[in-house]
């Protein structure tokens, strides 16, 4: 069966918080975890997408443009992305990035920008395989333990 990308819904949630969980390698609370993405989904400035295969989600991917004085204009940035297990190198990931980067540019981003930790390599690669550019080192101050 075929792979697509949609945006999300509130319907696709309980996906969603899986693959954020597994993401993150620990568990969030659903309740406040749900009132978090459904303001997300329906903000004008974010971009939400799963990829589905038939009725499941295999894949999620979400993004927030803002304006930053010092690009003088609109920037896109990944905040998660994630493609289950079974699918992984198969294009679905490809899929959700095309969707994206497209979503990003109708909505006039000057760019799209991602984050990972220095130690998912294989994400590095993806996405230096899609075209980033490894210029930046982002830098974290925690007020409490993540």
């Known amino acids: 069966m075929a792979i697509a990308v949609r945006r999300a819904s509130g319907g696709d949630f309980n996906a969603v918080h899986q693959f954020i969980c597994e993401l993150q390698d620990r568990y969030f609370d659903k309740v406040a975890l749900e009132g978090i993405y459904l303001k997300n989904i329906s903000h004008p400035d974010h971009i939400y997408l799963v990829a589905v ?37 198969k294009g679905t990931g490809k899929l959700l990035m095309a969707a994206m980067k497209e979503a990003a540019k109708a909505k006039g981003a000057l760019q799209l920008e991602v984050t990972t930790r220095a130690v998912r390599e294989a994400a590095i690669r993806f996405y230096m395989g899609e075209g980033f550019e490894d210029s930046h080192k982002k830098l974290v101050h925690y007020f409490q333990n993540f």
């Open 53 to 89: 295969e038939g009725s499941n989600v295999v894949g999620y991917g979400s993004c927030h443009i803002q304006y930053l004085l010092h690009h003088g204009g609109k920037v896109a940035e990944i905040q998660e992305m994630f493609v289950a297990s079974g699918h992984r190198n």
